[in-house]
């Protein structure tokens, strides 16, 4: 409808209404060649426009997953193509004969079928296995008429692990978590959820490198605070995944929060002094009261001290020495020390008969000696009974 618009415009026809002479007839055929010219690359424009409006080709832009099946579709309205040439990367990898249909292929991969969707002329180009070297533009070349272009994108899935295991907390501490995708291309999108509700992509922080073979591995990190047992999952998809890989763990059990040793602590160690210094104290008591038992008493001192004046007193009145082979057959020391004590209660002093020493004779001989005289002084049962042997 354009181009007979355009048509119009370029023919004068109300010049064929005014024609009144030949020399006027003349003149318009002469202005008439330009205008012939015109119109016939005009035409030729129209023409090709036609032709290329009847091509197409779909989908134009196609990503599958490594391994999976590519298909495009090239329809062709005009009916008077004869070859249709398939192009991966520039390639040329299968051809269609129009008469003939599929020709052979070195290209096992690749073959093509006829397309029962589309109408008119339509075939499917398939590409069986994809591999990530036939990422690249594919083209349907009708020869001698036009062709047309799309893009296949290759995409690989790898792997993905939430580390470690389900793991016990205590109410709200954080617990980290960590999520790894690895042998990814393009790099992947991680995504993580708790109890199936979406995180706030703010809240945890990824970061993406290259391995070998043009892989990448992507690392997520996400800290979760312990209110309840939770499911903790994460979630790695690329654009051609239909359904995200997911791995998971559990936060299984949240304990009690902790509790505060600090003032318990406080307290034992105030109690640990005060017992302490009680023991401190104990033990100085205890002490001193050893050490004052230990010393003799005044009243001992001075019964110790009449004792041994009045022993010097009788040896000098009677000119007699100490007899120093004196043994006691009585109470050791020791008893009469407690006797002594004992009998402090009832008697505020005790008094000793002192026993003059015997003065021995030169006349008397060994075998007219008299047996030994024993003195006994008693007061009373509770008197401390003392033996002299002469």
């Not at 119109?39 to 999976?68: N, Y």
């Not at 329809?75 to 040439?85: G, I, L």
């Not at 020709?103 to 008119?120: D, I, M, R, Y």
């Amino acid at each position: 409808m354009i181009c007979c618009k355009m048509i119009r415009e370029f023919i004068p026809w109300s010049n064929f209404t005014v024609l009144f002479s030949i020399g006027q007839w003349i003149n318009w055929i002469d202005g008439l060649n330009m205008d012939i010219f015109y119109l016939f690359v005009l035409l030729l424009s129209c023409r090709i426009q036609v032709v290329a409006g009847r091509m197409k080709l779909s989908p134009e832009t196609l990503t599958v997953l490594r391994g999976e099946e590519a298909r495009f579709t090239c329809s062709a309205s005009n009916t008077r193509w004869t070859v249709m040439v398939w192009l991966l990367n520039g390639t040329a990898v299968l051809t269609i004969a129009k008469d003939g249909g599929v020709l052979p292929s070195v290209n096992p991969n690749v073959t093509a079928e006829t397309s029962s969707v589309s109408h008119g002329d339509s075939w499917v180009f398939v590409l069986k296995f994809t591999e990530r070297h036939d990422q690249g533009p594919v083209t349907c070349d009708l020869q001698g008429i036009d062709r047309k272009t799309a893009s296949l994108f290759v995409q690989e899935k790898g792997s993905v692990k939430v580390v470690g295991e389900d793991k016990l907390a205590f109410k709200g501490q954080s617990v980290p978590f960590e999520c790894q995708a690895a042998g990814w291309y393009p790099p992947p999108t991680l995504q993580w959820q708790v109890n199936d509700k979406k995180v706030n992509q703010d809240e945890y922080n990824t970061s993406s490198e290259e391995s070998g073979k043009s892989l990448f591995t992507v690392t997520s990190n996400l800290s979760v605070t312990a209110v309840k047992s939770s499911h903790v999952a994460c979630l790695a998809f690329v654009s051609a995944l239909l359904t995200p890989l997911k791995s998971s763990v559990d936060i299984a059990e949240v304990l009690q929060e902790e509790v505060d040793c600090t003032l318990p602590l406080a307290l034992t160690a105030s109690l640990s002094a005060l017992l302490l210094l009680l023991l401190l104290c104990i033990c100085t008591v205890l002490w001193h009261r050893r050490r004052r038992q230990a010393k003799p008493s005044p009243q001992e001192a001075i019964r110790s001290d009449q004792s041994v004046s009045g022993r010097r007193s009788v040896a000098e009145q009677t000119g007699g020495k100490v007899n120093l082979g004196y043994s006691s057959e009585g109470p050791t020391d020791a008893v009469n020390n407690e006797l002594i004590v004992e009998t402090r209660r009832q008697e505020d002093f005790v008094s000793f008969h002192k026993v003059p020493d015997v003065v021995s004779s030169s006349s008397l001989s060994l075998h007219n000696m008299a047996p030994p005289q024993v003195c006994l002084s008693e007061e009373n049962s509770k008197n401390v009974r003392r033996i002299t042997t002469v």
